[in-house]
T-cell receptor
Framework: AQTVTQSQPEMSVQEAETVTLSCTYDTSENNYYLFWYKQPPSRQMILVIR??????QNATENRFSVNFQKAAKSFSLKISDSQLGDTAMYFC???????????????FGKGITLSVRP | EAGVAQSPRYKIIEKRQSVAFWCNPISGHATLYWYQQILGQGPKLLIQ????????DSQLPKDRFSAERLKGVDSTLKIQPAKLEDSAVYLC????????????????FGAGTRLSVL
């Protein structure tokens, strides 16, 4: 079974600054995917960024980037130039690769509440 | 493109009553998921459908929860009878069943139904 750990319950950052959210996971799988999802007060989960474990290059999406350390089983999210709209809960999630190619379930961490201060 | 639709947005019931939630996935998405998100935690998978067949229902409390996906499109999740500990947000997600491509492994979520059991 896979587990995802987000040990920081809350973080706060000044607008326009950079913040890093931590995530560690445990798995015996070699092939898998990692995700960061954002959940604003509206409750809808929005995909922020995705990383495929077999790719060594860290994924980036505009102001969002990850630091993926496979050996350490660490997957942190860096948000640059923080904006007020980034205020939300952020969830780290794991998905096992299915040999059949079918999609698998997401295993989520407990989440971290990020507040961006004006 | 329309997203994942869920209804109702909120539901308040008393314990031992019954309740049903409805989900309409993104058009063409073969895989549908129901997650339960208890306050302060990450979502946990209840059941996964591939078209109208069940792929994974290992975490579904089958003595009180049931779900169906007739015709492989819409889905209904039912709780009967409800317990206090069922108070949570119920999230529906859908995904394309592709083995390659940019949409691979991405789950799209609805806004969820917040259930309060009194």
């Amino acid at each position: 079974a896979q587990t995802v750990t987000q040990s920081q319950p809350e973080m706060s950052v000044q607008e326009a600054e950079t913040v890093t959210l931590s995530c560690t996971y445990d798995t015996s799988e070699n092939n898998y995917y990692l995700f960061w999802y954002k959940q604003p007060p509206s409750r809808q989960m929005i995909l922020v960024i995705r990383q495929e474990a077999y790719k060594q290059q860290n994924a980036t999406e505009n102001r969002f980037s990850v630091n993926f350390q496979k050996a350490a089983k660490s997957f942190s999210l860096k948000i640059s130039d923080s904006q007020l709209g980034d205020t939300a809960m952020y969830f780290c999630a794991f998905m096992k690769h299915e040999d059949s190619g079918a999609n698998s379930k997401l295993t989520f961490g407990k989440g971290i509440t990020l507040s961006v201060r004006p | 493109e329309a997203g994942v639709a869920q209804s109702p947005r909120y539901k308040i019931i008393e314990k031992r009553q019954s309740v049903a939630f409805w989900c309409n996935p993104i058009s063409g998405h073969a895989t549908l998921y129901w997650y339960q998100q208890i306050l302060g935690q990450g979502p946990k998978l209840l059941i996964q459908f591939q078209n109208n067949g069940v792929v994974d229902d290992s975490q579904l409390p089958k003595d009180r929860f049931s779900a169906e996906r007739l015709k492989g499109v819409d889905s209904t999740l039912k709780i009967q009878p409800a317990k206090l500990e069922d108070s949570a947000v119920y999230l529906c997600a859908s995904s394309l069943s592709l083995s390659t491509g940019t949409e691979k492994n991405i789950q799209y979520f609805g806004a969820g139904t917040r259930l309060s059991v009194l």
